[in-house]
């Protein structure tokens, strides 16, 4: 039996540079609550969103991406023909067959990198991030381009109580790469099939397009969600993945400085900082208020929130942590870029 040889991979990885990109229209309150018969009190109230960004017919899954991915490749301090492998998180590209990646990978401009899509609704960034560091350190990739990317706004029922003031759309982007120290820690991850349905796609596409014998309903997939189950089982579950995350990156509360979780909803996320019982001196991501809840690009849009803003500084560290349907979810300590 002859013997297989080994790739080579670097001893660590970091994340190098850190991308955004917002959509131009400005959501706010005052435009959602007549259809759910609320108001901009009840809304900040359950959820802690003022205003949330919706993207025009011209941001598309792909533009938002590519946009977001050139801030990223150029800080950083590489040119796209480095990047190897293109991973795109998302639930709301349209398409079942061909995934997003490959197109975005061609227009960035990289040399055939391998490019594929990431199913794990708002997990996804986070699932990616785990994938593109083993990936440089296995030696598979040098260079690894992470997208969180969604248009919420295609699959969002604006009748639904439980959901129009929640979802919202953009795009955030990390360029991974080789390290002789440690920048991004061990992932800790899973899955509660047990709540498969609390968060789910409304339609079944067989029902949307049809058959030969039934023509199909031609009413877009929509997304729907338990809240309170939700809430409940995030708010505290997640502490527990949190702290998980961080005995494995062998740091306690104490040491972070920065806490990146899901964008999902203010209550949650301040649950799941009092069930950590974090420092005051750790810094939270709050970008909800303002963005809402974009699922796989939240943590990469909060997190290029808090660098712009000063509230994270390179060498800072980072938790990030994300859930969502299925229940997926992951979490991993990160040095800032």
């Given amino acids: ?18 991308g ?11 435009e959602v609550v007549d259809a759910i018969d609320s108001s901009d009190e009840w809304i900040q109230q359950r ?123 953009g795009a955030g982007a990390v360029v991974i790469g080789p390290s002789q120290t440690p920048g991004i820690g061990p992932v800790v991850w899973g899955s509660d099939g047990e709540q498969y349905d609390l968060i789910r796609q409304r339609e079944d596409w067989r029902d949307v397009v049809g058959s030969d014998d039934s023509p199909g309903s031609g009413v877009m997939p929509h997304l729907t969600m338990q809240g309170n189950p939700v809430f409940r089982w995030a708010s ?4 527990k ?15 972070l400085d920065v ?18 019982k974090l420092p005051e001196h750790v810094r939270i991501a709050r970008d909800v208020a303002e963005q809402g809840n974009t699922s796989a690009a939240s943590v990469p849009l909060a997190l290029d929130r808090m660098i712009e803003e000063g509230d994270a500084r390179s060498g800072d560290t980072a938790l990030l942590i994300a859930f969502g349907a299925g229940l997926a979810y992951a979490a991993q300590v990160v040095t800032v870029p």
């Fill in 1 to 18: 039996m002859a013997p297989i040889g080994a790739g080579a991979g670097a001893p660590h990885s970091r994340i190098m540079g850190v």
């Fill in 20 to 30: 955004a990109y917002r959509p131009s229209r400005i959501v706010p309150n005052s």
């Fill in 47 to 169: 959820s802690g969103i003022k205003q949330r960004r919706f993207a025009t017919d011209e941001e598309t899954i792909q533009m938002m991406s590519v946009a977001s991915s050139r801030i990223a490749i150029e800080r950083a301090g590489i040119t796209p023909d480095q990047i190897d492998c293109v991973l795109v998180a998302t639930v709301s590209h349209l398409l079942q067959t061909p995934a997003i990646a490959p197109a975005i990978a061609t227009e960035l401009g990289t040399e055939h990198a391998a490019a594929f899509d990431i199913s794990a609704a708002c997990a996804g960034f986070c699932h990616g991030v785990a994938l593109g560091s083993d990936m440089v350190r296995g030696g598979s990739a040098r260079h690894v381009l992470v997208i969180g990317v969604e248009r919420l706004s295609d699959i969002t029922d604006m009748t639904d109580r439980g959901t129009a003031f929640i979802f919202a759309d």
């Fill in 236 to 239: 505290f579950t997640m502490a």
């Fill in 241 to 255: 993945v949190a702290l998980e995350a961080l005995d494995a990156a062998g740091v306690t509360a104490a040491d």
């Fill in 259 to 276: 806490f990146v979780p899901h964008q999902a909803n203010m209550r949650i996320i301040d649950a799941m900082a009092r069930s950590m």
